[in-house]
T-cell receptor, first 117, second 114 residues
Framework: DVKVTQSSRYLVKRTGEKVFLECVQDMDHENMFWYRQDPGLGLRLIYFSYDVKMKEKGDIPEGYSVSREKKERFSLILESASTNQTSMYLC????????????????FGPGTRLTVL | AQSVTQLDSQVPVFEEAPVELRCNYS??????LFWYVQYPNQGLQLLLKYLSGSTLVKGINGFEAEFNKSQTSFHLRKPSVHISDTAEYFCAVRPSGGYQKVTFGTGTKLQVIP
């Protein structure tokens, strides 16, 4: 089974702190994603990566950055946390088919509930 | 760009009754469509997906969905729900060509009443 793990289930930080959220997948997937989930807003894509050292902005990248130095690991960084970044953060991964068509099924981690005070 | 609309934020239904969760999408190109489920305190997992072929798609746990291109809909159905189906359900869409990001709907909370 595909396994996507996230470094913390719950995290409490103070305004202005630098925050690192780590995501690791064990299925050699090329694609990795970071979403935030807020009540009534569903999932919104922050950043995604389709290869090592590659990254693309999603719908709401402001205030976030990402790092992908190894294929299995995708990190989300809040350079200076703010209260409006209090949210549930979900990481996901997916594979690319051999024909080069990016695949369809995303596998999600359990989420990190971040509270910024 | 594409968008997804889930009109119902919450759907209460009695156990063993049928249920339909509605999903409409908008896109200028052909699409792939998905339904994901999120159980309490867990991440999302795929229920079913439509890529091509038969418009009636069967998924896990007895769920099915029908792709209707003319009505741009992909409604999720189950003929008889169980308490364990209580969860939040997300419809999602992405363009079928090349690499494009997936757009999720705002979710529908299904509450199964004993």
């Amino acid at each position: 089974d595909v396994k996507v793990t996230q470094s913390s289930r719950y995290l409490v930080k103070r305004t202005g702190e630098k925050v690192f959220l780590e995501c690791v997948q064990d299925m050699d997937h090329e694609n990795m994603f970071w979403y935030r989930q807020d009540p009534g807003l569903g999932l919104r894509l922050i950043y995604f990566s389709y290869d090592v050292k590659m990254k693309e902005k999603g719908d709401i990248p402001e205030g976030y950055s990402v790092s992908r130095e190894k294929k299995e690991r995708f990190s989300l960084i809040l350079e200076s946390a703010s209260t409006n970044q209090t949210s549930m953060y979900l990481c996901a991964s997916s594979s690319r088919t051999s024909g080069g068509t990016h695949t369809d099924t995303q596998y999600f981690g359990p989420g990190t509930r971040l509270t910024v005070l | 760009a594409q968008s997804v609309t889930q009109l119902d934020s919450q759907v209460p239904v009695f156990e063993e009754a049928p249920v339909e969760l509605r999903c409409n999408y908008s896109s200028s190109v052909s699409v792939y469509l998905f339904w994901y489920v999120q159980y309490p305190n867990q991440g999302l997992q795929l229920l079913l997906k439509y890529l091509s072929g038969s418009t009636l798609v069967k998924g896990i746990n007895g769920f099915e969905a029908e792709f209707n291109k003319s009505q741009t809909s992909f409604h999720l159905r189950k003929p008889s729900v169980h308490i364990s189906d209580t969860a939040e359900y997300f419809c999602a869409v992405r363009p079928s060509g090349g690499y494009q990001k997936v757009t999720f709907g705002t979710g529908t909370k299904l509450q199964v009443i004993p």
